[in-house]
């Protein structure tokens, strides 16, 4: 079925089984590999992309569905020689090894910015009704759907702080 | 021109202190670094050649036995199917690291709940991916044991061990502890599962997959297809983590090739994160009883570790549990024993650290029982059990160094305020602090590398893999520092058999094996530099690209004059590992916080102190580290295989039922290298630091929550249930 | 993943009358697609439809089924409230999933006992009449209350646990009509139909939950699981209690990863009103609560953990500073 997506800035029009995914949409079909599959259930983080300014896991989203909105991929955050703030800092932090996960990390924590400064309180948020700060608590836990085997999470976290201040 | 040497000697002359650039054990950031943050570095499943198609791999459903039918016309008649492979070259699992032959073959043989038997290869993903799940499958089921303590366990000759008599030393003890311990089943859950694109040219076969050691790769998949070794080339540029789980070649690459060749296209397998639990190798499980006599005074008088691992019945590993504790601690009267359980769970093999891992994890949790006992500190008992030289043989050590790791962790850690257990407590938490050592055998394996030096810089060529170890940048950061040029000036391009021959990744081995063979290729060019110097090489400085002698420094363009120079590397082990006992050293410190109440732990701080030799980057060496420390924290507290009682089958085989740390369970870490040389390493003095990091770490954690709650787990690891009593 | 249909709802009779499976967040469906535990030949999506608001509607609130979690926790009236709810969510899965799962979709959330989730194996839940492979098998996340000789999956929602206490009510639009279900009677046991898990008929689709007006008194969840973050409940209570004086005036509780379905135990809440908070009291409510558990071997550490895990929500939410 025809699908149109609007990917970093540019209509990508899809025809594709009814079935595919978001993140299979993104890798088989329109090349950007830069999205990772790494359970395709939605139990690491490494697909995580943002649609329509929100992240989500693009494994268990159907391309279809996707029709119209607007999808930001790690591609679209920062290329080499244009790097956003934070993968410049995760860069000097060394907020990766193998790399994998950090696509995922990357564009999750992009949102979970947005998300601090929305004002959305987390799991780790003492008082749910006073305003919400930014510390290493909080970022821990709101980046827990982003799993690391390299377990660079306190350089990730360093990483993060140095962006959000 | 080949630089070759063979390491018979230690190497104390400490070259690269006295080279002049100043870039080597910086912090130098990834070189690869921005292809990486920007979604540009491609991994195995993400090359796009043009016609390809998917391959799924499909499992067996029972644990033994044999397929008698494959409904393969069905599945044929699926939209877009094109074929369901079933030759009987397919291999049943990976091969074991550094093996010369390909895993064993024959699909249509069952070994295992979950062994891939066929692979089917459709036009789209989605369409392979449901035919897989469709194809109907007929067996002949056999019984077959699955539980190790079912069954009667092999005990190889030459795996056990006894010096002294321990049982008389453990009689006559002041203190003795006799405690058995048991860990899980542990997966190395790579974030990026096992996939490979195949595509043939003619007779010749190229494999792009995830793979940690490709040299010997490469043999394995020769010999499984059964076609020349020239023929075959693997590619591997990036590779999202390995653990060891990509040691070997594993069922995918080999289906890959195979309906590659079948088809006339080619074609991509990856394995789902399920099928990386069911195929992939595992961690075996463990009982260990560790034995320990002691005098009053702490001092050990008798060691004994005795294990139980499992594996298939064929399989040649088996995990190598008490690898250090032959080393790691003096007494008089020692016994190893080492039991293999014949089972048909999955087949076992090299996770990170294999042995050590989980080993040294555990004897340090009985050392801690032990300081308990005689009432003695856990760092003072360690630090009065440390031997002068290696017990058994007699050898020296090349360095031990787990004394100065230890007293500087507890002072950096604050250890004095350590208190007994109970005594600390911040409401509902009770807080502990707990150490451990931490031990590594380190190694050295044959290794080459090209390096060409052009009027434009250099370039190093092997096909070493870096899987997240930092293999591009320290490499960069060797030559830089030899050839005396920024790093920018040199390219590093790994992962490509058309390159020489290299360690690989495992074992802790690659940095100092594939940095030696750079090194040496860079001795063979500063050499040949000196000579239009007309100094010797020990007497050149080279700098920013520049060569000087004396008072004579030129441009080194000018000493080529477009001449490109070309050398190789090559190191092999020799007799200096023989010479004395080579180990990296450590101690972990970690501090938690136990519910009263419902005994969920949480880690609070933790660091690691540790002696490998010479850092050759600050930065990923951390990093590494780190990632040790982490996998101990899941080893003390998440991570389980849960086995099928009646199948032997992996039951929690996903990312939401196998709890690998998350970023909510790492708490700030801290890592300290100590200053540290090690000549029998070889003439960069430098050792392994990708498995040190784990081995005890998750000792610490345990000694931890008995010091915060005064509960000993031994059943690991410690999910609040067994916290909570 | 099964080849299927698909469509997209223009409104909620449209999607009603389609008779197809509805997907909206897709976090669980998809999930199970893959797996080929559920395979719909038609799926229509609903995730377009004007459900997605939370608005005052009498002294409650009416979310709308399509109200994302990530949007229910934040919702600052949710906050004040029934934060009970926004904990509960805050606690579930991760930032990714909230931001994609729905109210409805929540409610409808599907066991995570992994013989359900392994098609190799048989299971009454997905193949009804296969047998369980959970009992003898490997049952840590599984049930120990509610549960039958056919099925011990528990429902892994925290979300639905926070909405027992809160006496939530579920809104259906079907082929029938609007109809308002009680969260309390939303759910079924397993029985011998471990299959069918709630009372709607094929057709039904949810289009709101509605929240009665907010319980006063102190509000809790508390999760236990088997890492700090992401990962689902070996344990969770919801407690809502409100002091009178130095006694309990009022109390709410719900567990969840106990039972098929989120539960709740009128009789322990009974016993606690009334009474003084002590250890022993939150023993007794312990008592009341696990009555005619059925724990399998690898789960019976849910009894005690469940008791420890009460004893200290209520503690919190009494203000009872130190316990025995």
């Excluded at chain 2, 940095?515 to 080279?542: F, K, N, P, Q």
């Excluded at chain 3, 959330?109 to 839940?125: G, I, L, M, V």
């Excluded at chain 3, 646990?161 to 609007?178: H, K, N, S, W």
Aim: one cysteine or more.
């Amino acid at each position: 079925m025809q699908t149109e997506l609007f990917i970093n800035g540019r209509v990508h029009r899809l025809e594709a089984d009814a079935r595919t995914t978001l993140l299979d949409a993104l890798r088989h079909h329109l090349g950007l590999t830069g999205t990772k599959k790494g359970c395709d259930h939605g139990q690491c983080g490494a697909c995580t992309v943002l649609v329509d300014g929100r992240r989500v896991n693009a494994c268990l989203t159907l391309a279809c569905m996707c029709d119209g909105s607007e999808i930001t991929t790690i591609e679209g955050i920062g290329e080499p020689g244009a790097l956003s703030p934070l993968q410049s800092a995760f860069i000097a932090h060394d907020g990766f090894q193998c790399g994998y996960c950090t696509p995922g990390q990357i564009c999750s924590a992009t949102a979970m910015m947005d998300e601090i400064a929305a004002g959305w309180p987390s799991h780790a948020t003492g008082d749910l009704n006073a305003p919400v700060t930014t510390s290493a608590e909080e970022i821990r836990e709101r980046m827990s759907g982003n799993l690391c085997r390299c377990a660079c999470y306190p350089n990730i976290v360093d990483a993060i702080l140095e962006v959000q201040g | 021109m080949t630089r070759h040497r063979k390491i018979d000697h230690p190497d104390d002359d400490n070259r690269l202190d006295s080279m002049a650039q100043g870039v080597l054990g910086k912090p130098v950031d990834r070189l690869e670094g921005p292809l990486k943050v920007s979604g540009l570095a491609t991994y195995a499943a993400e090359a796009r050649p043009s016609g390809m198609v998917h391959g799924v791999l499909v499992r067996a459903t029972i644990t033994k036995g044999r397929v008698t039918a494959i409904d393969r016309q069905a599945a044929l008649a699926l939209p877009g199917v094109l074929a369901v492979i079933t030759d009987p070259r397919m291999v049943r699992y990976s091969a074991q690291g550094m093996a010369d032959k390909g895993p064993k073959a024959g699909p249509q043989t069952v070994d295992y709940h979950g062994q891939p038997i066929a692979l089917v290869v459709a036009e789209g993903f989605e369409q392979a991916r449901h035919a897989a799940n469709a194809l109907h499958i007929a067996y002949e089921e056999e019984p077959a044991p699955v539980d190790p303590d079912a069954v009667t366990p092999e005990m190889p000759q030459a795996k056990q061990k006894a010096q002294g008599d321990l049982d008389a030393a453990m009689r006559d003890a002041a203190f003795g502890i006799d405690s058995t311990y048991t860990t899980p089943t542990l997966m190395a859950a790579a974030m990026e599962p096992h996939a490979a694109i195949a595509e043939w040219d003619g007779d010749n076969v190229t494999v792009r997959a995830a793979l940690q050691m490709l040299a010997s790769d490469r043999k394995q998949l020769a010999d499984a297809l059964g076609i020349e070794l020239e023929r075959v080339r693997l590619l591997a540029p990036y590779v999202g983590g390995g653990f060891g789980s990509k040691l070997g070649i594993a069922p995918e690459a080999v289906a890959a090739a195979i309906a590659a060749k079948e088809l006339g296209v080619p074609v991509s397998v990856a394995l789902t994160r399920m099928q990386e639990f069911d195929i992939t190798h595992r961690r075996s499980e463990s009982r260990q009883r560790v034995l320990l006599a002691a005098g009053a005074d702490g001092v050990l008088t008798g060691i004994g570790h005795e294990v139980l691992v499992s594996n298939l019945p064929d399989s040649p590993f088996s995990e190598p549990v008490t690898q250090a504790t032959p080393f790691t601690y003096q007494a008089a009267h020692r016994r190893i024993v080492h039991r293999i359980a014949r089972v048909h769970r999955s087949c076992a093999g090299s996770v990170r650290a294999p042995g050590e891992a989980i080993g040294v994890t555990v004897f340090e949790a009985a050392m801690d029982e032990l300081a308990e006992a005689v009432g003695i500190d856990p760092v003072e008992l360690r630090l009065r059990n440390i031997p002068d030289r290696e017990p058994g043989t007699g050898r020296p050590y090349s360095v031990n160094r787990l004394g100065d790791c230890l007293r500087e962790g507890a002072h950096r850690f604050g250890w004095s305020q350590r208190r007994a257990p109970r005594e600390r407590r911040e409401g509902e938490w009770f807080i502990g602090m707990g150490v451990a050592a931490a031990v590594r055998v380190n190694m050295l394996i044959e290794s080459r590398a090209r390096v060409t030096l052009t009027e434009d810089g250099a370039k190093v060529e092997t096909d070493m893999t870096d899987i997240g170890t930092g293999t591009y940048t320290i490499l960069r950061q060797i030559a830089a520092e030899m050839l005396g040029l920024p790093v920018d000036a040199v390219e590093v391009h790994l992962g490509d058999t058309d390159f020489p021959p290299a360690a690989g990744s495992g074992g802790s081995f690659g940095a100092a094996s594939s940095g030696t063979s750079v090194y040496l290729a860079c001795e063979d060019l500063r050499t040949r530099i000196a000579e239009r110097m007309g100094c010797a090489e020990a007497e050149l400085r080279l700098q920013d690209g520049r060569a000087s002698f004396r008072n004579d420094t030129r441009e080194l363009r000018d000493l080529l004059a477009g001449e490109v120079l070309v050398a190789e590397g090559h190191v092999e082990p020799g007799d200096a590992e023989k010479q004395a006992r080579q180990a990296t050293w450590g101690a972990h410190f970690a501090e938690v916080a136990v519910s009263r109440y419902t005994g969920e732990v949480r880690v609070r701080r933790m660091l690691g102190v540790f002696a490998c030799g010479r850092i050759l980057n600050e930065k990923t060496a951390r990093s590494q580290c780190l990632g040790g420390m982490t996998f101990g924290i899941g080893m003390a507290l998440t991570e389980a295989v849960e086995h099928d009682p009646r199948s032997g089958h992996i039951v929690n085989r996903d990312l939401a039922a196998y709890h690998l740390p998350s970023h909510a369970d790492v708490p700030a870490q801290d890592v300290i290298f100590l200053p540290d040389r090690d000549g029998f390493a070889g003439p960069m003095q430098a050792k392994g630091i990708g498995e040190l990091g784990i081995c005890g770490a998750g000792g610490a954690v345990l000694n931890a929550i008995y010091n915060a709650r005064g509960v000993r787990v031994r059943d690991l690891p410690a999910t609040p249930d067994k916290v909570m009593p | 993943m099964r080849e299927f249909q698909y469509s997209r709802a223009s409104s909620v009779s449209d999607a009603v009358a389609s008779g197809a499976t509805f997907i909206a967040g897709g976090t669980n469906l998809l999930d199970l697609m893959k797996h080929e535990i559920m395979s719909p030949g038609r799926v229509v999506d609903i995730s377009r439809l004007d459900l997605d608001r939370i608005e005052a509607e009498g002294e409650g609130l009416r979310i709308g089924a399509l109200v994302r979690n990530s949007d229910l926790a934040a919702d600052l009236r949710v906050r004040r409230d029934y934060p009970v709810l926004s904990r509960a969510l805050l606690a579930g899965a991760s930032g990714q999933l909230r931001n994609m799962a729905t109210t409805g979709g929540n409610l409808l959330q599907r066991t995570r006992c992994p013989y359900f989730y392994d098609t190799a194996t048989p299971c009454n839940k997905r193949d009804p009449g296969t047998g369980c492979s959970a009992i003898g098998g490997v049952s840590r996340m599984n049930a120990v209350l509610g549960v039958s000789d056919a099925c011990i999956a528990a429902h892994p929602s925290d979300m639905a646990v926070a909405m027992m206490v809160l006496d939530a009510v579920v809104e259906v639009e079907g082929p029938a009509g609007t109809r308002r279900i009680p969260i309390g009677a939303f759910y079924r046991l397993p029985g011998d139909t471990p299959h069918i898990e709630t009372v709607l008929e094929p057709g039904d689709l949810i289009t709101a939950v509605l929240l009665p007006a907010p319980k006063p008194g102190e509000h809790r969840y508390r999760k236990v699981r088997d890492r700090a973050s992401y990962a689902f409940a070996l344990v969770s209570v919801a407690a809502v209690v409100r002091m009178d004086g130095d006694v309990i005036g009022d109390a709410a509780l719900a567990f969840g990863g106990l039972a098929p379905m989120p539960w709740r135990v009128p009789a322990a809440e009974a016993a606690l009103r009334g009474q003084q908070p002590s250890a022993a009291l939150f023993d007794r409510a312990a008592d009341l609560a696990l009555e005619g558990a059925k724990p399998q071997e690898g789960n019976a550490f849910k009894l005690p953990l469940t008791r420890r895990t009460l004893a200290v929500t209520l503690a919190e939410a009494c203000g009872l500073e130190d316990m025995q």
